[in-house]
């Protein structure tokens, strides 16, 4: 089942950054853009598995800091001409507390 | 957001690279401004006209040429009324009016009608059979008559002349070129040069006639022949005039807008009637006209610039370099290489492998550059000449070009010609020739910026910059839109480092939003490159008054530690002067066991690298290397960095100075500055110079009688020996001037521009006379950078270990299981 899940305060990401939350599958990383708007990718670039949670963000994308691949947070695109898709998970923000829909998952108890 | 009621109109005329250009980057900068139409008398979308000429030899087709199907204009909006013309401006009514009579408004409009051949008024100059060559109509008739006819006759024996004359050969006819003068392309090519063309294309089986004054052209039905005025004749079926180009500007005229030999424009690329803007070769700029691409891209973005209402680029005019595209003809001219009194020239003759070079220089610049045979360098004197290079320290090699100066990079290989397309030209992401070239035809490259976008080639280290460039020279020609002169500081602006750096003092800019406000950024928060870079220049400008962005910092710098290939962390500490003890080490060994650090590796700046980290080890890494006195290495940092030491006169028989305590002196001095790009020193004991000094940023020779200070030297992407600053007798004086030339670079330095980068761009004498002979001037600096060392002397790892500053970027936000 998917469900939404409770992961924490808005205030807890930093506006242009981003955090991480643990999964057996590998982390997902949780943006924030300047208008606090969130978005959940996998933590991996599409070209070297490079960790996008500790890129530069700018509007609605992210720089992969590896070897700046930039991807579209909303889409999970490579922006052209560069190619390529990081899985992309929905995420919500509600009165300050952010929420993730991932497959299966529930919080650690 | 403007509705497409309320939009206003744009009307293009002309339906060329200027034009298209312009439009192209209009909607880069504001994509929804306007409705807009073009019209465009050939019916065709937008093609490159520059590579007309390998069409008509058969080497190219009309679609290879292509820059904007029909699919573009769509896509993007645009109505194309391709196939009319227009005939008529209305300035009063704001309308242009159509062959067929049709009115179309305008809010603003563009004139980009370009140019036509000039014919000569010669008796016969209408008969069947003589043409100009301009248009893929031109191209399509000379490739007609070809197959019909064989002899033909090119009047003209400049660019255009010789490139149809080659094709036309190609194409199996006969050819005479008929000249005026005595040697070919002689606004490009000096007497010499114009030799060694002539030579080569008779080799080749092309016939001259000159200098030949043409006087009429024979026939009746048809073109059979050409008359001179020695009362000669030349037997022909088809005559090419090529004697130059004239700025389109009729219509112009006509509506009654200002024209000389082109329509006249000001620096913002508007005419008399500010509504109307023209570009490209219809235009007369500051008494100048172009045929050329690369100065038609530069109006494309100014005049774009100021359609988007920006308001602030200015066309300074354009210098302008010519390739000729015959295959097998290597030949390359830039700038002005007239003789006179007030020039030098550098000249190289090789007869027998056909290489003749010739460098003019003025007041120690290059001001012109005529190559046949050897062109590789044109694209790097080309570069010299318009950033007016003081090339008086390179003179005595200059002629062999940049390979014998060590600018072609590690490889040292710059003989992109003799490549084969399996060739690595990128070494960092593997990107070899012919992919590039690849890229190059099938993608419609034109800048170097294109090509790191299309293929990654010189977007990692840059060293190999200069052949992507040499590729993309070769690949299109020498009319290749090179790098602009003032760079801009990143695609999200069109304002250059120095612009930035300079308002941000001007205007009192304090945060990064206000600078991107204030200086009209393209984009809503910038990217990764300009974010850093404004980061830094904000933090140098306002020392203790500036609030570290910590989003804007790079992972390595917001983290302190290096990120690795997988993901995780190397954690360097510092080893003041490269000195350690045997309780640093004890408590680096008890790290690595306690973390189970993979590896530990002696790096090359004398200290111990813990690589393999996890990233939410790293404050309890960093906790218990505090424990032992140990402190942040700054291995990360665009920053100092290391102070390399050998061990001098404490044990060393031949040690003059204590080069381990002057090391340490300086380390202790300069830790946690902040600078453009890394910096590394080193001193060494004795001229024997065993911490390799002589190749850092900057590097102390200790001498029996002081100390000699140098800088500017690099053991990296490019190897660079030093150069000698000055020498001073204590160790004081030796802090102070190492001190007050890093202020200054870091006043002065563009972000990620190394040290010796600045000081090429600066020059040695302009940095020795405010760092070493102006004593206030480096008192002053010194002091800055002191004031400014009371906020970055803190030790990044203990803030974060125990003080708990950014500890939510070293913890997950949440855990997850799997139901």
């Known amino acids: 089942m998917t469900g939404w899940i409770e992961i924490g305060a808005l205030d807890d990401i930093p506006r242009l950054g981003s955090r991480v939350v643990r999964t057996p599958h590998g982390n997902i990383a949780v943006f924030r853009t300047e208008s606090d708007e969130v978005f959940a990718l996998d933590d991996r670039c599409p070209h070297k598995g490079g960790p996008l949670s500790q890129g530069i963000v700018h509007n609605k994308r992210v720089t992969c800091p590896l070897h700046n691949f930039v991807i579209e947070l909303a889409s999970g695109q490579a922006v052209a001409p560069d190619e390529g898709c990081t899985h992309t998970h929905p995420a919500k923000v509600e009165n300050g507390v952010v929420w993730l829909s991932v497959r299966q998952a529930v919080p650690v108890s | ?819």
């Open chain 2, 1 to 819: 957001m403007l509705d497409k009621v309320t939009k206003q109109k744009l009307v293009v005329i002309g339906n060329g690279m200027a034009g298209i250009r312009t439009v192209e980057a209009l909607l880069e900068r504001a994509p929804d401004l306007y409705d807009i139409t073009v019209f465009g008398s050939e019916p065709y979308g937008n093609y490159n006209r520059i590579l007309l000429s390998p069409v008509l030899a058969g080497e190219k087709t009309v679609d290879d040429i292509m820059l904007n199907t029909v699919d573009w204009y769509e896509d993007n909006n645009i109505t194309l009324r391709k196939g009319e013309t227009i005939t008529m401006i209305d300035r009063r009514t704001c309308e242009v009016v159509t062959e067929a009579g049709a009115r179309v408004p305008y809010d603003r409009l563009l004139i980009a009608t370009g140019s036509n051949p000039i014919m000569l008024p010669l008796p016969g100059k209408d008969l069947p059979g003589v043409i100009g060559f301009r248009d893929i109509y031109d191209v399509d008739r000379m490739i007609k008559a070809s197959t019909d006819y064989r002899n033909a006759v090119v009047i003209g024996g400049g660019l255009l002349g010789l490139e149809a004359a080659n094709g036309l050969m190609k194409r199996g006819m006969s050819v005479t070129v008929v000249h005026l003068l005595d040697t070919l392309m002689e606004r490009q090519l000096d007497p010499v040069a114009g030799g060694l063309l002539r030579k080569s294309l008779e080799e080749r089986g092309m016939v001259f006639k000159m200098p030949a004054q043409t006087q009429a052209i024979l026939g009746e039905d048809r073109v059979t022949g050409v008359r001179f005025a020695d009362g000669t004749e030349l037997p022909a079926d088809l005559v090419v005039m090529a004697v130059g180009i004239r700025p389109n500007f009729e219509l112009a005229k006509k509506a009654g807008l200002y024209c000389e030999r082109g329509i006249v424009v000001s620096d913002t690329m508007q005419t008399y009637d500010g509504r109307i803007y023209a570009v490209g070769e219809c235009v007369q700029h500051r008494r100048q006209t172009y045929g050329l691409v690369a100065p038609l891209f530069d109006q494309a973005k100014v005049c774009a610039n100021h359609l988007a209402m920006k308001g602030f680029a200015t066309y300074d005019g354009s210098v302008t370099s010519t390739k000729l595209k015959v295959t097998g003809i290597d030949l390359f001219s830039a700038g002005d290489f007239a003789p006179g009194p007030d020039k030098e020239e550098i000249v190289l003759q090789d007869a027998n492998r056909g290489v003749y070079k010739r460098i003019i220089l003025k007041d120690k610049k290059i001001v012109g550059a005529v190559l046949y045979g050897d062109t590789i360098d044109g694209p790097w004197y080309f570069q010299h000449l318009r950033d007016g290079t003081d090339v008086s320290h390179m003179r005595e090699r200059l002629v062999f070009g940049a390979a014998n100066l060590g600018e072609g990079g590690v490889s040292g290989q710059s003989s992109v010609a003799a490549m084969s397309d399996e060739t690595e030209i990128c070494g960092c992401n593997g990107v070899c020739k012919g992919a590039i070239v690849k890229a190059i035809t099938d993608k419609k490259l034109f800048t170097l910026d294109d090509v790191r976008a299309h293929t990654k080639a010189s977007s990692s280290c840059g060293s190999c910059t200069g052949l992507v460039e040499q590729v993309l020279a070769f690949t299109l020609g020498g009319d290749y839109s090179a790098a602009p002169k003032v760079k801009p500081l990143c695609k999200c602006t069109d304002h250059s480092h120095d612009d930035v750096r300079r308002v941000i003092v001007e205007q009192n800019l304090k945060t990064i939003p206000a600078v991107m406000r204030f200086m009209e950024w393209k984009t809503l928060n910038g990217c990764h490159s300009c974010r850093p870079a404004l980061n830094y220049y904000l933090l140098a400008t306002w020392p203790g008054e500036y609030v570290d962005d910590q989003q804007s910092r790079f992972i390595n710098e917001r983290v302190h530690a290096n990120i690795q290939k997988d993901g995780t962390y190397s954690v360097v500490p510092r080893m003041w002067g490269g000195v350690t003890t045997p309780s640093e080490l004890r408590a680096i060994a008890d790290v690595a066991e306690k973390f189970n650090i993979p590896t530990v590796k002696v790096t090359g700046g004398q200290r111990i690298d813990l690589l393999g980290v996890k990233k939410e080890d790293l404050p309890a890494v960093w906790a218990d290397l505090n424990d032992a006195g140990m402190v942040s290495g700054h291995a990360y940092a665009k920053g100092l960095r290391t102070v390399k030491t050998c061990v001098g006169s404490e044990w060393c028989r031949f040690g003059t100075q204590d080069s381990t305590g002057l090391g340490i002196k300086i380390e202790k001095f300069m830790w946690g500055s902040w600078t453009p790009a890394k910096v590394k020193l080193g001193v060494s004991g004795c001229p024997r110079n065993c911490a390799e000094a002589t190749c850092k940023d900057v590097g102390v020779v200790c001498v029996d009688s002081g100390y000699e200070i140098h800088f500017a030297g690099a053991a990296g992407l490019h190897i660079k020996g030093t150069e000698f600053l000055t020498k001073v007798e204590t160790e004081d004086e030796c802090l102070e001037v190492i001190v007050a030339l890093t202020q200054l670079y870091r006043e002065e330095g563009w972000y990620l521009e190394r040290m010796y980068k600045w000081c090429d761009r600066v020059g040695l004498e302009q940095i020795r006379k405010r760092v070493v002979d102006n004593v206030e001037n480096r008192k002053a600096l010194f002091a800055r950078f002191a004031y400014s060392q009371q906020f970055a002397q803190s030790d990044p790892w203990s803030e974060r270990a125990r003080s708990g500053v950014d500890r939510n970027e070293f913890a997950p936000l949440a855990e997850l299981e799997i139901a």
